[in-house]
């Protein structure tokens, strides 16, 4: 019998409200227990309904969607889907909102552009979906906001050795901003270069990367075409764009470039992996992050089979235990760790001298 999944969205724009429930209501395993113009009549009602999953707008009257979040987190955690703006102040608005323990960020689109919306609507509903089923860290809540001073791990001061020649790739979707952090953090700043793919959209992931860019050892940045991959050096695929590994003599460097989606999404996991197996072989380590659907699997067994060190990460620490379970369907041969294990795997294996 299909899961039916509870769903609640929480918007000022009774626009916003009838457009998303109209569309939602259309897929047969979503129910709309429910809609709310501010966090005041949100609390109530998600007393009231029980949902299992509510989408949030950040901009609201009486109560914005950070502080009702920190709230929520703190005294009634659950998944929590965030619909944002684009502007800078927006996406780093919605980064925080990840911090604090949201499932998603989406982009809010244009509702009076209709192919903006429809895939919108699309993307959305793989979001719930997930978002359902989905292992989320407790964050601390409102205590969380003070706490986002950066403790750099010891690991992180500790000097890597015999890194110039290795490339290291990291491919992750829902809940993987966070555990990016967590494995980059823990991580020095001469590690060698890492080039990372993390479903985001578009103009978030310059906001993501200048975020861990203040947060980590190494220096993190968004990706442009062209850019060289050194050690110290960590790459974030730009959103709505794919992102390939290049190599010309010696240099490794990236490309940047349109396409159509690949596993429904753009930037893809499985180009990122295919490019690499291709130009970095045996010399690349690479890691697959919690996430929805199989973005990458494919690619992680090109990886493994072009003699690359591959590492997937465990259910019990994912969000979304859908993209590392697909990949160690492929290749039960990866190593498969918990998310706090990986950073010292990755120290360990490429401090071992080729």
């Keep these: 019998m299909e899961k039916i999944i509870k769903l609640m969205i929480v918007d000022d724009s009774a626009v916003v409200r009838n457009i998303l429930s109209t569309e939602l209501a259309k897929f047969s395993d979503i129910e709309i227990v429910g809609t709310a113009p501010d ?24 109560m914005d969607g950070i502080t009702f979040l920190g709230k929520l987190m703190e005294y009634h955690p659950m998944p929590v889907i965030i619909l944002s703006s684009l502007t800078p102040a927006g996406c780093e608005t919605a980064l925080q909102a990840l911090e ?15 192919q ?3 895939d919108m609507i699309i993307i959305l509903v793989d979001k719930i979906r ?28 500790t000097a890597m050795a015999r890194t110039t020649d290795r490339i290291v790739a990291i491919g992750a979707s829902t809940g993987g901003t966070e555990a990016i952090k967590d494995v980059l953090v823990r991580l020095p700043a001469d590690f060698p270069g890492t080039i990372i793919t993390q479903h ?8 993501f990367a200048d975020r861990l860019n203040a947060q980590v050892a190494m220096e993190v940045r968004e990706a442009k075409d062209n850019d060289t991959v050194h050690p110290g050096l960590a790459l974030i695929a730009r ?37 690499v197996a ?4 045996k010399n690349a380590v690479v890691v697959i992050l919690t996430g929805m659907g199989n973005d990458g699997a494919q690619g992680l067994l090109h990886m493994r089979q072009a003699g690359a060190f591959t590492i997937a990460q465990n259910e019990e620490s994912c969000v979304v235990f859908g993209m590392p379970k697909e990949a160690i369907k492929f290749c039960p041969e990866h190593k498969v760790l ?7 795997e990755l120290i360990r294996y490429l401090s071992i001298p080729q």
């Design 39 to 62: 966090p005041y009549i949100a609390r109530d009602k998600i007393v009231l309904l029980e949902p299992d999953v509510i989408t949030l707008d950040v901009e609201m009257p009486k």
């Design 100 to 114: 604090l323990g949201a499932i998603e960020v989406m982009h809010k689109p244009e509702l009076n552009v209709q």
């Design 116 to 118: 903006q919306l429809r």
């Design 130 to 157: 997930a978002a359902a089923c989905a292992r989320y860290r407790f964050q601390g809540g409102a205590r969380a906001l003070r706490r986002q001073e950066t403790v750099r791990s010891v690991l992180a001061m």
């Design 200 to 207: 985001m959209p578009e103009n978030f992931t310059k906001a």
């Design 239 to 275: 959103g709505n764009t794919h992102m390939l590994l290049r190599r010309s003599g010696a240099r490794y460097y990236v490309e940047v470039k349109d396409g159509p989606l690949v596993c429904r999404q753009r930037p893809s996991v499985e180009v990122l992996f295919d490019s």
């Design 278 to 281: 291709k130009y970095a072989g």
């Design 338 to 344: 918990p998310l706090d294990k990986i950073p010292q």
